[in-house]
């Protein structure tokens, strides 16, 4: 899709309002009828054809809206976030200092610092520190300079050792969350953060999300709801810095919501559930981030045995509807539960053709081993001999493919290929791992 289309159909009803206006106040006649062409569904052939343009034409035409609708909302203050007020205000201080105003400066740095603390908006702090440093060589004496500069060298890696914490934490967090649908354990997380959590939230917010991911992989669900039960408190005593971003505090209590659900707290599931049912939506690809998060818990507990008075037949249908709205990703974890649910159910033939799917188009490695193996396991649960055997070899014989598996399934491969029989237990727990963890 074109990236203006994209960015129109992002705006909220109070955006598209404005937008308008705007347009219209400043005599962009073009442009207003582009974006009302768009609001209406519109496309680059209708806009062609309304408009009488060439392709070329309209292209331009949809750039210019681009740059318009961008610079609108982010200098309009309704809009604004923090990063932008707190940007601007850098700004304005590199601009009196080059104009050699260095005295308003300096009385607006001392404003500006203890907001950028509050934040913790570290790498922002050691860009003020740089002009900081300017400033004072010029006007201190040589020896007020150096007494200075050191000053400002303690508080410079002060800052740095806290940013790096942070970015340590942040990206330990993303490169976790990879693991925590294919069981895939990370690597062990300290119970201590290390440092006072008030000295860096930030870092701690991404520290307990981390610690949350390994107690759940680790299957240690009873810790998990503790864990989950301090993120919230975290986002809930800070929210003014995560109210601006919903996505990321809706995935907070996803997380926690999957955690409640894993250690059978009900009341806290349902807690956590309604807060992401209730995320406030600015725009549709937030809409379908909500929807395959809330599709998931619901199939993934009925999967797990935990939702009283399920109706499958409706779960399904509410599935199809938003089916091609969500992402590939999460379609796939959720035909996943769809058929570990016909399976605990021993509706065989259900969970084969949910199944099936996965075996036709896995979007990774890890989809199409899981897919295969639960294969196998309703194989067995049919008494399927015939085709245990057939794809059991097909997948033995595949050396640099068996290796893949944990040494255990392997090992459980080759028994089924000459007839022995197994645990399907052990299957389960790479097919359906949340409910039976490796032993």
């Not at 997380?255 to 725009?283: C, G, W």
């Not at 059991?392 to 050396?399: D, E, G, I, N, Q």
Request: glycine share 2%; charged share 25%; aromatic share 10%.
């Amino acid at each position: 899709m074109n990236e203006t289309l994209e960015l129109a159909n992002s705006l909220n009803r109070g955006e598209q309002k404005l937008i308008t206006q705007v347009l219209k106040q400043e005599g962009k006649n073009q442009l207003y009828s582009v974006f009302l062409i768009i609001n209406r569904g519109g496309s680059l052939i209708d806009i062609c054809s309304e408009l009488g343009k060439s392709k070329q034409q309209s292209a331009v035409l949809l750039h210019q809206l681009k740059e318009n609708i961008l610079t609108k909302l982010t200098q309009n203050r309704q809009y604004n976030t923090v990063e932008n007020e707190l940007r601007n205000a850098i700004n304005e201080i590199e601009f009196l200092k080059d104009r050699f105003l260095y005295e308003q400066s300096l009385k607006r740095i001392k404003t500006l610092k203890p907001k950028l603390l509050k934040h913790e908006r570290f790498q922002y702090l050691q860009e003020i520190l740089m002009i900081e440093v300017e400033i004072y060589s010029f006007l201190l004496t040589e020896k007020a300079f150096q007494h200075k500069l050191q000053l400002i060298i303690n508080e410079y890696e002060n800052l740095n050792r806290k940013s790096e914490l942070f970015k340590k934490y942040k990206i330990r967090f993303y490169n976790d969350l990879t693991g925590l649908y294919s069981g895939k354990k990370p690597e062990p997380l300290s119970d201590q953060f290390g440092v006072s959590p008030a000295e860096n939230i930030s870092g701690y917010y991404f520290y307990l999300r981390s610690l949350l991911i390994q107690k759940l992989t680790d299957r240690k669900y009873d810790e998990s709801k503790h864990t989950a039960k301090k993120v919230i408190e975290l986002i809930e005593t800070h929210s003014h810095e995560f109210d601006k971003n919903p996505f990321q505090k809706m995935d907070v209590y996803f997380m926690a919501a999957l955690s409640y659900l894993l250690s059978d707290q009900r009341d806290e599931f349902n807690h956590a559930y309604k807060e992401v049912l209730s995320t406030p939506i600015n725009h549709s690809n937030l809409k379908s981030k909500i929807q395959e998060r809330l599709h998931f818990l619901n199939w993934l507990g009925a999967s797990l045995g935990k939702k009283d008075n399920f109706n499958y037949n409706i779960a399904i249908q509410e599935f199809q509807l938003i089916r091609k709205t969500i992402s590939t990703e999460y379609e796939q974890r959720i035909i996943e539960q769809i058929a570990n649910y016909f399976i605990e159910q021993e509706i065989y033939h259900k969970a084969r053709k949910w199944n099936q799917i996965i075996l036709n188009k896995p979007i990774t490695e890890k989809f199409s081993h899981r897919a295969l193996l639960r294969q196998i396991l309703i194989a067995i649960k049919e008494e399927d001999f015939d085709l245990i055997r057939v794809i059991t070899a097909r997948l033995v014989s595949k050396t640099e493919l068996i290796n893949k598996f944990p040494l255990q399934i392997s090992n459980d491969l080759k028994k089924l290929r000459i007839g022995q029989e197994i645990n399907p237990n052990t299957l389960n727990s790479v097919i359906h791992f949340w409910k039976y963890p490796m032993e």
